[in-house]
């Protein structure tokens, strides 16, 4: 199972609402998990199940969809919330990541 | 403290071997299935390896079948991957990560990571 991100790369200042898109190539219900990882660092989960918030999480993420696409959204952007976004879908307990998506100043 | 430490990255040579070791700490190890995820130089994310907390199943992506098998040892909070016959694109910092559940089956993501080991694969 393919996932498709988009865009690979945004431009967004503090304050704004960004939305990142995943497309699964076939149907996946809602095993769907989105993961934040700053340069150098190990990548964070953030969200499961498609809409589940991660314990830790602000609220300011959340996410949605089910079947083949896939929403993170992050509603008033932070400093420290430039990073690249990873999607990850389950289906089946065979694992794949998306390309990410680097949310830039 | 919750911990995942990963050890035993370094240089080796095309058709090489090395053992990658993750030690675990601050949770109870032995219920939680467990993975290992790749990250090349500048490239995506890629598991590459799963083991069931009781070692019952584990998983391997067609890049690596064949040439990885990972193991645990839940009396030392420990979990192995040994790579043998190493390729120059095996180059990677090779995470180890907790699943949210027992088994691959019902482990659709990765709660706590570990900061990474560099395997690097060059002559």
């Known amino acids: 199972i393919q996932m498709t991100q988009s865009p690979s790369s945004l431009s967004a200042s503090v304050g704004d609402r960004v939305t990142i898109t995943c497309r699964a190539s076939?149907?996946?219900?809602?095993?769907v998990s989105w993961y934040q990882q700053k340069p150098g660092k190990a990548p964070k989960l953030l969200i499961y199940?498609?809409?589940t918030l991660q314990s830790g999480v602000p609220s300011r993420f959340s996410g949605s969809g089910s079947g083949t696409d896939f929403t993170l959204t992050i509603t008033s952007l932070q400093p420290e919330d430039f990073a690249t976004y990873y999607c990850?879908?389950?289906?089946?307990?065979?694992?794949?990541f998306g390309q990410g998506t680097k949310v830039e100043i | 403290e919750v911990q995942l430490l990963e050890s035993g990255g370094g240089l080796v040579q095309p058709g090489g071997s090395l053992r990658l070791s993750c030690a675990a700490s601050?949770?109870?190890?032995?219920?939680?299935?467990m993975t290992w995820v790749r990250q090349a130089p500048g490239k995506g994310l890629e598991l590459v390896s799963g083991?069931?907390?009781?070692?019952?199943?584990?998983y391997f992506p067609d890049s690596v079948r064949g040439r990885f098998t990972i193991s645990r040892d839940n009396s030392k909070n420990t979990m192995y991957l040994q790579m043998n016959s190493l390729r120059v694109n095996d180059t990677a910092v090779y995470y180890c990560?907790?699943?949210?559940?027992?088994?691959?089956?019902?482990?659709?993501?990765?709660?706590?990571w570990g900061r990474g080991t560099m395997v690097t694969v060059s002559s």
């Open positions: 990560a907790k699943a949210l559940g027992p088994t691959l089956e019902n482990s659709d993501a990765f709660d706590i």
């Open positions: 601050g949770f109870k190890f032995s219920i939680y299935a």
């Open positions: 083991i069931s907390a009781s070692s019952t199943s584990t």
């Open positions: 076939r149907t996946i219900s809602a095993y």
């Open positions: 199940s498609a809409s």
């Open positions: 990850q879908q389950s289906y089946n307990a065979l694992w794949t």
